[in-house]
T-cell receptor, first 110, second 117 residues
């Protein structure tokens, strides 16, 4: 499984944008980039995924580098409810096997 | 999307007993469900892939005789931890793969916290 590298933790102020980076230099051509987040004592929650082009949905935006070796999850206006562990995961198209790394702990300050 | 429930949400048992955890897909029929385990302050680890009507596929290092998985219907998969010991204490989470436009997503249950005394 291709690996991802994320910062251990990040901090943001409430209502400001947050950019969560992920490096995946060994990504293969068929790997999709998935982001999930996990709030304390809960199961993970799907955030967004993409292949080559930048993606937007109601939760976040995903910016993918042209060489696909890195990506950035963008939360446009962080709220206290966005405090969670964010996981960047590479998986084949139909995401059968999700291999979770350590993720990034996002802390949001009011 | 999909709504996934787990029962129980938490359970405490004595060492040597067996515990069954249920995972239900509430609003659609799930042919594939996944079971994960998460120890405190660690990440999720995939234990097995559960396919309706067939044997589960276990990840390397996961004992299939200890963690029995039954996916008898399209809405229910169960994980039974047999002869549980304190080292099996963990947060067990199931997920289902979405359908149609959600096929690339997994929808997770709220988790079951198992404590073995």
């Amino acid at each position: 499984d291709a690996k991802t590298t994320q910062p251990n933790s990040m901090e943001s102020n409430e209502e400001e944008p947050v950019h969560l980076p992920c490096n995946h230099s060994t990504i293969s051509g068929t790997d999709y980039i998935h982001w999930y987040r996990q709030l304390p004592s809960q199961g993970p929650e799907y955030v967004i995924h993409g292949l080559t082009s930048n993606v937007n949905n109601r939760m976040a935006s995903l910016a993918i580098a042209e060489d696909r070796k890195s990506s950035t999850l963008i939360l446009h206006r962080a709220t206290l409810r966005d405090a969670a562990v964010y996981y960047c995961i590479l998986a084949e198209r139909y995401g059968n096997k999700l291999v979770f790394g350590a993720g990034t702990i996002l802390r949001v300050k009011s | 999307g999909a709504v996934v429930s787990q029962h129980p949400s938490w359970v405490i048992c004595k060492s040597g007993t067996s515990v069954k955890i249920e995972c239900r897909s509430l609003d659609f029929q799930a042919t594939t469900m996944f079971w994960y385990r998460q120890f405190p302050k660690q990440s999720l680890m995939l234990m097995a892939t559960s396919n309706e009507g067939s044997k589960a596929t276990y990840e390397q290092g996961v004992e299939k005789d200890k963690f029995l998985i039954n996916h008898a219907s399209l809405t229910l998969s169960t994980l039974t931890v047999t002869s549980a010991h304190p080292e099996d204490s963990s947060f067990y989470i199931c997920s289902v793969r979405g359908l149609a436009e959600f096929y690339n997503e997994q929808f997770f249950g709220p988790g079951t916290r198992l404590t073995v005394l």
